[in-house]
């Protein structure tokens, strides 16, 4: 088993970073049994930060705090629970004249207590007015980028990060700049692509689970959690100050940045992207502005429910549209099948496409890029048989299917096949080609890296290079909006090839 901080290149998918024994110094922490208090573990930095001395694993919280302190830790532990996450308390006076932010959650058999210093009051309402502000903005936002580039810029301009950025998951997992607001000194990454390595699934995983992750300061030296004598490793995954993987201290430092900060986009239930923040010197919010961004992250994915919604809707309706004119002209055809040869082209508004295949008893008939040696498309048609039969079945890899399957290339890479008659036997494919023939790093060319301990791998460029060979023979992924475009054409052509089909047996009988 890989132990937190041992993780390399080859097993950071492995590494434990929900246990990482230590946190980031910023703020400290204590975890406590639910009904005594008593404190099971501490972060070293704990008695000096909350000027508790003799602050260690076996004492009683309640030799140090007020009955009223304990009540008030006793209706935030109530609160996480009924929520199911951490509950924040914030300029809690915990003993002395320094105030706290309280982030306060159960983690298997202890009750977490998080402390950060207070943040100033006024900021807080500035935060809150700043976060009016800027959800009445996206509002009326109505297509995706517009949003984007508004998040992006009115992140900045509250949080005043070097650089802020929405970055895409595709459906395989690695991800795509899309949006990026930043300052003028810096090279953009916007439109780049990352591979899935660089955001490893068990971090992702975290970020489905707590929505928002700051790293103050990259080059922080971790601050030891002690523990009671035989306790196993604590959970720390909805924690504030969770340690970060060395790995990614190191991919950050390499970039030359000091400090980040992501925000998940969840949208219907799953990661969708991530906001994310870096500075170029240590950066730390507070927890009241940490939670307004989170509000704000919140309201944002929302945002992108609806939009994505309307898509769906719009893109519904422009196919009906599409495929009843496509029809109506069709219907009193006689021979269908040469009708269809001959409006080939009119089938490629429906779905995005680089070319369509036909192929109808017997014969092929092709519009823009698509196969036509025969045994390629004999290949293809067996492929159809075998795979899609009466189903809408789709690739955006033909050549990992069969190993003499690189025949298909460089004419395409993806395809999408449309069963169009009740028995398996014509079809309609949708060819894409290869993405790589359009996409190059478009970041600055003189811009030079450093490179800690584990190479040259974690920097952003060398990463675009490792996305563009995982990539290499595949197409841009087939989309849900796709999907239901090809359903609409398929019950479409089907009901029109049924009535051909009819009309050819009552003409043989
Ligand atoms: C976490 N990786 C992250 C995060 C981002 C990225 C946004 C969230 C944490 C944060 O906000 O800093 C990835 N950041 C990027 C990318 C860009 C960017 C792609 O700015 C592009 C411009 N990271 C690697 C590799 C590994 C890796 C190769 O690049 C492992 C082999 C690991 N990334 C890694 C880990 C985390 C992470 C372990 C989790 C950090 C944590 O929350 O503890």
Redesign the pocket.
């Known amino acids: 088993m890989v132990e937190f901080g041992q993780a390399d ?1 080859t097993s ?1 998918d492995k ?1 434990p ?1 929900h246990i990482p024994g230590s946190i980031q110094p910023h703020g400290c922490l204590l975890a406590c049994e639910g009904d005594t208090f008593r404190v099971r573990r501490v972060s070293a930095n704990a008695a000096t930060m909350l000027g508790f001395a003799g602050l260690a694993p076996g004492v009683l919280l309640s030799d140090y705090l007020s009955a009223a302190t304990l009540h008030a830790l006793r209706n935030g532990l109530a609160h996480s629970l009924s929520l199911g996450r951490p509950a924040y308390m914030f300029g809690v006076h915990l003993a002395g004249a320094t105030a706290f932010d309280l982030s306060i959650h159960v983690s298997g058999e202890d009750i977490v207590i998080e402390c950060e210093p207070e943040g100033a009051p006024e900021d807080n309402s500035q935060s809150v007015a700043s976060l009016r502000m800027m959800l009445d903005r996206l509002r009326n936002m109505s297509d995706m980028e517009t949003l984007f580039r508004a998040v992006v810029r009115l992140m900045r301009g509250m949080l005043h990060y070097d650089r802020v ?1 929405i ?1 895409r998951f595709d459906p395989d997992w690695s ?1 795509k ?1 899309v949006a990026e607001a930043r300052s003028s000194v810096l090279e953009s ?1 916007l439109g780049q692509h ?1 591979p899935s ?4 699934a068990q ?1 992702r995983d ?1 970020y489905q689970r707590a929505l928002i ?1 700051m ?1 103050g300061d990259v080059s922080y030296i971790p601050v030891p959690v002690q523990g009671m004598p035989g306790l196993g490793p604590l959970d720390m995954s909805l924690s504030q100050l ?1 340690s ?2 060395p ?2 201290c190191e ?2 430092t390499n970039m030359g940045v000091g400090a ?3 925000i998940s986009l969840i949208v219907d239930g799953k990661l969708w992207g ?1 906001i ?1 923040c ?1 500075n170029y010197s240590p950066k730390i919010l507070t927890l009241g502005e940490r939670t307004i961004v989170k509000i704000f992250g919140e309201f944002v994915a929302l945002r992108i429910v609806v939009l994505l919604r309307t898509s769906r809707l719009q893109v519904t309706q422009q196919t009906h549209t599409l495929i009843e004119n496509f029809l109506r002209e069709a219907v009193p055809m006689s021979d269908m099948p040469s009708y269809l040869r001959q409006h080939i082209a009119d089938l490629a508004p429906l779905i995005p496409c680089d070319g369509i295949g036909l192929w109808i008893n017997g014969q092929w008939t092709t519009h823009g890029a698509a196969p036509s040696a025969p045994d390629v498309v004999l290949e293809l048609v067996s492929i159809a048989h075998e795979r899609a039969g009466h189903h809408i079945w789709h690739t955006d890899h033909l050549t990992g299917l069969t190993p003499d399957a690189a025949a298909f290339l460089p004419d395409v890479a993806g395809v999408m096949i449309i069963p169009i008659s009740a028995q398996p036997k014509d079809y309609v494919f949708l060819f894409r080609r290869e993405i790589l023939q359009t996409l190059n790093w478009g970041g600055d060319p003189n811009k030079t890296y450093t490179s800690g301990p584990l190479g040259p ?2 920097t ?1 460029r060398t ?1 675009f290079s490792i996305w563009k060979e995982e990539v290499q023979e595949k197409c841009l992924p087939w989309t849900d909006n796709n999907l239901e475009a090809a359903g609409l054409v398929r019950s479409g052509l089907i009901e029109v090839m049924g009535a051909y089909h009819q009309q050819q047996l009552k003409e043989r009988s």
């Open positions: 290149l950071c590494e970073i950025m970055y991800g700049i990454f990352f390595a660089d955001i490893p971090a975290l992750r790293i969770r970060v993987s790995i990614h991919y950050l980040s900060m992501s991530m994310a870096h791998r974690l952003p990463s």
